[in-house]
């Protein structure tokens, strides 16, 4: 193979980045991204990457503008964004490692991204309904609730909830440990009584019957034994969101946003509620003071909705990030999710 080609450059890129110990699901994205625009170079005799220009790569920018979805719909500028930030990684990369002798990618014009705050979110009523709706007669229906009363508890991914295992509950001090979330990142949240009750009740009356050997150790399981995976989660949430005909639509994330948006409204201090949902940064203002989890836990319990203590309360000093910055990361991380990126 032309150790000059698009292709092969592409490999040795995913192989350094391999070594700097970036995330399965990151390795996935940069690898599709890098096939797509390979194949779209490809189509049009483009075979090394000394070929690429930032004319030609200006050329697939407006591809990907003009592009559309399996649905048939426009792809979002999230979705755009996602599929360029990485060529500019790549391009940066060769250039770097003297493959090329410029690169094509430093001033590539990026869509702009609209910061726009969330469509909807629950209220604490709302919330509670959709939380109602399993049939807690069955296994699946006590499961569905115990997965439920976490995103509305803790605010975390979806793909946290499906990575969480036996072991990352922590009654004795009402927290759960997060492990490898975004970034491979881990921390502990606070988790209310109530969720914790559903998970217990989850672990003794169903998990236990649905286990096989060798035990997988995730936390939630199918009927069959099989860990649950992140799109069915999202079904069964968007299902029991459907059932309670309240006008809105979503899933997982629209918990995520709900949690963030009520504790904001109740006096919570930003920088707590970045802490809760794993935030590195909002904006481009990064963490500027590391925050406790019994400081955490103090916030989660005067501010969350589900706790009913509706008071206004400030927690903390005045953060420096503002509430319209980290509900526009929210809606950006939504925006991934429903790609298909995140």
Not at 66 to 78: F, Q
Not at 152 to 173: A, C, F, P, Q, W
Not at 296 to 301: G, I, M, P
Not at 322 to 333: K, M, N, S, W
Request: neutral net charge.
């Amino acid at each position: 193979m032309d150790n000059q080609s698009l292709t092969y450059l592409s490999r040795l890129y995913l192989d350094y980045l391999q070594s700097l110990n970036y995330s399965p699901r990151t390795m996935g994205h940069r690898k599709t991204t890098l096939r797509q625009f390979d194949d779209w170079c490809q189509e049009r005799g483009i075979v090394k990457a000394s070929s690429v220009t930032k004319p030609i790569l200006e050329r697939y920018r407006r591809h990907l503008h003009h592009s559309r979805d399996k649905r048939g719909n426009p792809i979002s500028a999230h979705n755009q964004l996602a599929r360029l930030i990485p060529l500019r990684g790549f391009f940066k990369w060769a250039t770097q490692q003297n493959y090329l002798l410029y690169n094509p990618a430093s001033e590539l014009q990026l869509p702009r991204v609209e910061k726009r705050l969330p469509k909807a979110t629950l209220s604490p009523e709302e919330a509670e309904l959709i939380l109602s709706l399993p049939d807690t007669d069955t296994g699946e229906g006590i499961r569905d609730r115990a997965m439920l009363e976490i995103l509305y508890s803790t605010g975390i991914r979806r793909m946290e909830v499906v990575n969480l295992t036996k072991v990352d509950l922590h009654m004795d001090r009402g927290v759960l440990a997060v492990r490898q979330g975004k970034g491979k990142k881990d921390r502990f949240v606070p988790i209310a009584a109530r969720a914790v009750e559903w998970i217990q009740h989850y672990l003794h009356d169903v998990r236990l019957f649905w286990a096989v050997e060798p035990d997988p150790e995730n936390l939630f399981l199918e009927p069959n034994g099989q860990p649950i995976t992140d799109d069915r989660l999202s079904r069964i949430v968007a299902k029991y969101i459907k059932q309670a005909d309240i006008g809105k639509t979503g899933a997982c994330h629209l918990f995520r946003h709900t949690v963030a948006t009520l504790m904001l409204e109740n006096g919570a201090d930003i920088r707590y509620i970045q802490q809760l949902l794993g935030h590195a940064s909002i904006g481009t203002t990064e963490i500027y003071t590391q925050v406790s989890i019994v400081k955490l836990k103090q916030v989660h319990e005067l501010t969350h909705p589900s706790l009913h203590r509706r008071q206004k309360q400030t927690a903390g000093a005045e953060p420096e990030a503002t509430e319209e910055a980290l509900l526009a990361q929210l809606d950006a991380e939504s925006a991934e999710e429903q790609d298909g990126t995140g």
